[in-house]
Structure formats: C-alpha cells, structure tokens
C-alpha cells in the first residue's frame, strides 16, 4: 500500500493519455457549459490560465522536488513543450525513483517516443523506460492539471457547497467518461468561491483499488508570467469529507519556473 500510495500518479496518465493534446494551431470552440459544476471549472482555469494561454508561452523550465515522508527525494530539472506535451526530465537526485542508479539520469518523451539516458548511453531496460513514461506523463499532467480539467470526455457535477476554515467554497465532481466500462478515476474539487481558486481536492487511484479512501491534495499558488501556478502541494489519505488526519504529509514543489526559453523540439529527441 505504501508503493502504491507513491505512485498514485500512474492512473491520472490513463486518463490523460485518452484526451486530446491541444495544439498551437487549434481555434478554441464557444463553451456551452454542462451544468453549473463545468462553468464554476471554467472559471477555475479562466482565473488560473487556459491552455492556450500555456501555448502562448511556448515552453517552461523548472525545478521539481518531491519528498516522502521518510525523507526520500527525488530532484529533477523539468523541461516541457506544451505543444505536443514534450517532456524532459534530469534527475540529479533519485531516491525514490531507480534508487539503484548513481548519479544524473535523464528521462524523455519526443511526442512519440520515449527514451532513458544514463551514463552517456540509451537504455532499453523495460523498467527504466515504463518508470520513464510514468514519470513524463504524470509530470507533465500535474503541471497543466487545471488547463486539462476543461479537456474534452469530462463529466461535471456540482455537489454543493461547504466550510472550510471559515472559508466557503463550491464542491465539484469530475469523472472521466470510460470506453471499456472500467471505473475510472474521481475527482472533487474544492473551489474558494472568493478567489475562485482550487485550494484543495480529494482523487482516487482505481489502478490501486484506492477507491473508497480517497487522497487530498492541498495547494498553494505563486504569480509567474502572468499565470497562477499551484507550484506548493502536499498530499496524504483522507476521506470524502475531506478530513485531515495526523498522518504525515508527501511534499511536492516546483521552484525556479521559467516560461519561453525558446526550447527546440529536436532537443527532445534521442541525439
């Protein structure tokens, strides 16, 4: 459970990986809105940024630190072209990912392919590159979550409103539409109905049958480029009432971010 708690961010791929990737060339369609859960979500990311206004922006750069509660760290430089969803990550420190590895190590994904690259060669090792594209899709879809949350197969519901802290806020259920007839992964929002902000929301794991308890994930924003980035973030079990409980929190930051670095596309690719 412990392994699985880690890498919970493997079924959010799924259901990324089924949605269609936003390109520099598409026109964005007039909205009409499901229901009242969809349009507060469209306010969400009209106050946060759309994904266009992240393909305006061509690229980003940042540092990524994640932290479990034994103190186990991975750090990598992140890079991404929001076009196509191209990912790279170096990581110079692997704690919890290929911990048997020493040294810098650097993950890729072109748009089609994806590569492992360590001590100067491409590895074709079968779990050096699963670990590689779980990490690349899942670093990828936690950065544009938000923007993401408006892609197309996506169910809305407005389940009421509650308080927090003695703030209030709007509960929004979102479900994945499924192909197969699989459950798919839930997610409620909890949206600051003064700033229109997520500041927290609860998500389930099907792939880990993490199903009834859900994860709470908590998120504090920072201004860069004119974009509010949930760049702070910490997560652990909760309940559907969200409840916070002792148990000690998974730390999540990204620091250092930079947009429009003129990346090229090539860069992603194996040299």
């Not at 708690?5 to 499901?34: D, N, R």
């Not at 009209?46 to 994640?66: A, C, E, F, N």
């Not at 197969?153 to 499924?178: M, Q």
């Not at 997560?235 to 929190?249: G, H, I, R």
Request: charged letters at 25%; glycine letters at 6%; one cysteine or more.
């Amino acid at each position: 459970m412990k392994n699985a708690l880690y890498l919970f961010l493997i079924p959010v791929i799924i259901s990324a990986c089924g949605q269609s990737k936003p390109s520099e060339k598409q026109e964005q369609p007039t909205v009409q809105f499901q229901n009242k859960g969809h349009e507060l979500i469209y306010g969400l990311v009209q106050k946060v940024g759309s994904y266009q206004d992240l393909l305006d922006r061509k690229d980003v750069v940042y540092t990524y630190t994640y932290q479990t509660p034994d103190g186990k760290t991975d750090v990598s430089t992140e890079k991404y072209i929001f076009d196509g969803e191209l990912s790279i990550g170096q990581y110079t420190q692997h704690e919890r990912t290929l911990p048997d590895l020493e040294g810098t190590f650097t993950q890729g994904y072109n748009g089609k392919d994806f590569w492992f690259q360590y001590d100067g060669a491409y590895l074709t090792n079968e779990q050096y590159l699963k670990r590689t594209q779980f990490n690349r899709k899942t670093n990828f879809y936690w950065f544009a979550m938000f923007q993401k949350l408006l892609d197309p197969g996506l169910n809305y519901e407005h389940l009421g409103e509650t308080t927090i802290e003695n703030k209030k806020y709007d509960i929004v259920k979102i479900t994945f539409n499924s192909e197969d007839g699989k459950p798919t992964d839930i997610y409620q929002v909890y949206i600051n109905q003064t700033t229109s902000l997520v500041d927290q929301f609860l998500f389930t794991v099907v792939d880990f049958n993490m199903i009834e308890t859900p994860l709470l994930m908590q998120v504090e924003y920072e201004e860069i480029d004119g974009l509010l980035i949930p760049s702070k973030r910490r997560y652990k079990k909760s309940t559907w009432e969200a409840e916070v409980t002792d148990a000690p929190w998974i730390l999540v930051n990204w620091s250092d971010i930079k947009f429009n670095n003129n990346l090229k596309r090539d860069e992603f690719d194996k040299k």
